[in-house]
């Protein structure tokens, strides 16, 4: 399966601290993307980074992207409460589109 | 801008029944998914449209699902008959750009199906 795998599967951090989480793929892609899912919602679009890039930021969030060691990392900075929710990374292979298993953040006031 | 809407919201049924969902995508998107996410996974696309047309269905399990787009536009997505591994949440998507491309998604809320 073409299917990510995130790391860590569960994170706990206390408000203000840096949440790190990392996905792994398994062959060549378009673009990778990251989505946020808040408990009974659906998706939320955070990111989008192309193969050919290395590195991405937009806001409080920083993407980066290694395709040699088909890896990717979401760094959020200053964490809120309100970043409480699942992560998940995303990648698009021709037409194919591909869920990660995703990441759970939780952010402790 | 209205976003992705999906009805009904949830939806409990008894397996071997028969269930839809409908899909209105955000006006002008030319692309539409459907996905499956079973609790504690990620997203699994099953078939994905481009304008009235199928791009792919490989995940689709063809002996019991099926989709259509008519006109391009809305979309339903059924289930005939249920069975019980297919309880999930059915999530709907569209995008504004053909599939394959730098493609940004917008979701819906989701249909909740339970299947006894």
């Known amino acids: 399966s073409q299917q990510g795998e995130e790391d860590p599967q569960a994170l706990s951090i206390q408000e203000g601290e840096n949440a790190t989480m990392n996905c792994s793929y398994k062959?060549?892609?378009?673009?990778l993307q990251w989505y946020r899912q808040n408990s009974g919602r659906g998706l939320v679009h955070l990111i989008l980074i192309r193969s050919n890039e290395r590195e991405k930021h937009s806001g409080r969030l920083r993407v980066t992207l290694d395709t040699s060691k088909k890896s990717s990392s979401l760094l959020i900075t200053a964490s809120r409460a309100a970043d409480t929710a699942s992560y998940f990374c995303?990648?698009?292979?021709?037409?194919?589109?591909?869920f990660g298993t995703g990441t759970s953040l939780t952010v402790i006031p | 801008e209205a976003g992705v809407a999906q009805s009904p919201r949830y939806k409990i049924i008894e397996k071997r029944q028969s269930v839809a969902f409908w899909c209105n995508p955000i006006s002008g998107h030319a692309t539409l998914y459907w996905y499956q996410q079973i609790l504690g996974q990620g997203p699994k696309l099953l078939i994905q449209?481009?304008?009235?047309?199928?791009?792919?269905d490989s995940q689709l399990p063809k002996d019991r699902f099926s989709a259509e787009r008519l006109k391009g536009v809305d979309s339903t997505l059924k289930i005939q008959p249920a069975k019980l591994e297919d309880s999930a949440v059915y999530l709907c998507?569209?995008?504004?750009?053909?599939?394959?491309?730098?493609?940004?998604?917008?979701f819906g809320p989701g249909t909740r199906l339970t299947v006894l």
């Open positions: 998507a569209s995008s504004p750009l053909a599939a394959g491309t730098d493609n940004e998604q917008f």
């Open positions: 449209f481009q304008n009235n047309g199928v791009v792919d």
């Open positions: 062959t060549s892609i378009n673009n």
């Open positions: 995303a990648t698009t292979t021709g037409n194919q589109f591909y």
